[in-house]
């Protein structure tokens, strides 16, 4: 197996979590196109991870109910790795967002999720929170973060 299909297999797994557990219908798990990907790449300026990139292509546009109210699905997510940086900036503990972050979720614009570019193919997911000063580290890999969070109680 490829660490194409391996990952593919581990997005297809949230989304099967997602439908068994009444969060979502297999009618409202909506992915972007290859279009809206791009779209995606060039808003954070830099080539996007593969777990993102099928994360994107299998539920980019909304999974039910699954984070709704956060800033997770294209259209809403461009611009997030922007203000995150932003975010941080503002933060009296004087860290900075590495340049390769990469925001994929912002809840209400004081906490957000990211991975990093230069992590591999199916990097470890960090978290902030406003004036925290501190990024802490929540899965080893995206899919893993993504499956464990599809298990939670929505």
């Given amino acids: 197996m490829t660490e194409r299909e391996d990952v593919r297999g581990q997005i297809a797994k949230v989304a099967e979590i997602l439908v068994r557990d009444g969060v979502a219908t297999e009618n409202t798990i909506r992915g972007c196109s290859a279009t809206e990907i791009e779209e995606v790449q060039a808003d954070v300026g830099r080539p996007l991870p593969l777990a993102y990139r099928e994360f994107l292509a299998k539920m980019g546009r909304g ?12 259209p809403t997510l461009l611009g997030i790795t922007e203000a995150a940086h932003e975010l941080v ?66």
């Fill in 63 to 74: 999974a039910g109910d699954f984070y709704v109210g956060t800033d997770i699905f294209y």
């Fill in 89 to 154: 900036a503002e933060d009296e503990a004087g860290i900075v967002l590495p340049k390769d972050a990469i925001a994929f979720m912002m809840h209400q614009g004081y906490q957000f999720m990211f991975v990093r570019t230069d992590e591999g193919d199916d990097p470890p997911v960090y978290y902030y929170m406003e004036i925290s000063g501190e990024f802490v580290k929540k899965a080893d890999k995206l899919t893993q973060f993504l499956i464990d969070v599809a298990q939670d109680e929505w």
